[in-house]
T-cell receptor, first 113, second 118 residues
């Protein structure tokens, strides 16, 4: 079946440095790729998403890139801050809401002061 | 405020008991979902509903049941048949189901319920 692989499972970076999380997906019909941030004891929050008609999207310190040919997509966080510490999930889905959204296994990001 | 609410935040259950987790949304979203999250793992889909009075099994439906009698509400019952129910349960909703609106599969999550079986 469809799956999404996410790496690394844990990531520790110095405050102010950049963090990169990578995902690959198996369903070539996927065309919607959201990223979620989950803080301890809370539900995931959508932080950014990208659709297959674009290769890159940026929102302040966060950017996502998509390579449909290689079925890869990545999250980039620049100038990391302590409040960026959380678990991040990537996901992939086909356009219709009748399709399931497949989540990666998550990356625990820690920002060192 | 618009949003998705789940209650209670923490729930304790004795073995052999059924328990129902509440999920309510006032976003006028058609589709609703239930996920299970175990420590250090991703989200696994239990059940989902595209429209009132209709729902489908997800990947791990055994031991769970749902109902969708109202658009705003999608309660999840964890039955005694669920062998390992201790987990964090997340409810989500999506603006478009089968009402004719087309949209990407944007899901918005509630705050979660942590269920512990004693």
């Amino acid at each position: 079946g469809e799956n999404v692989e996410q790496h690394p499972s844990t990531l520790s970076v110095q405050e102010g440095d950049s963090a990169v999380i990578k995902c690959t997906y198996s369903d070539s019909a996927s065309n919607y790729f959201p990223w979620y941030k989950q803080e301890l004891g809370k539900g995931p929050q959508l932080i950014i998403d990208i659709r297959s008609n674009v290769g890159e999207k940026k929102d302040q310190r966060i950017a996502v890139t998509l390579n449909k040919t290689a079925k890869h997509f990545s999250l980039h966080i620049t100038e990391t801050q302590p409040e960026d510490s959380a678990v991040y999930f990537c996901a992939a889905s086909r356009r219709s809401s009748a399709s399931k959204i497949i989540f990666g296994s998550g990356t625990r990001l820690s920002i060192r002061p | 405020d618009g949003g998705i609410t789940q209650s209670p935040k923490y729930l304790f259950r004795k073995e052999g008991q059924n328990v129902t987790l509440s999920c309510e949304q006032n976003l006028n979203h058609d589709a609703m979902y239930w996920y299970r999250q175990d420590p250090g793992q991703g989200l696994r889909l239990i059940y989902y509903s595209q429209i009132v009075n209709d729902f489908q099994k997800g990947d791990i439906a055994e031991g769970y049941s749902v109902s969708r009698e109202k658009k705003e509400s999608f309660p999840l019952t964890v039955t005694s048949a669920q062998k390992n129910p201790t987990a964090f349960y997340l409810c989500a909703s999506n603006p478009s189901g089968t009402s004719g609106k087309r949209s990407y599969n944007e899901q918005f999550f509630g705050p979660g319920t942590r269920l512990t079986v004693l």
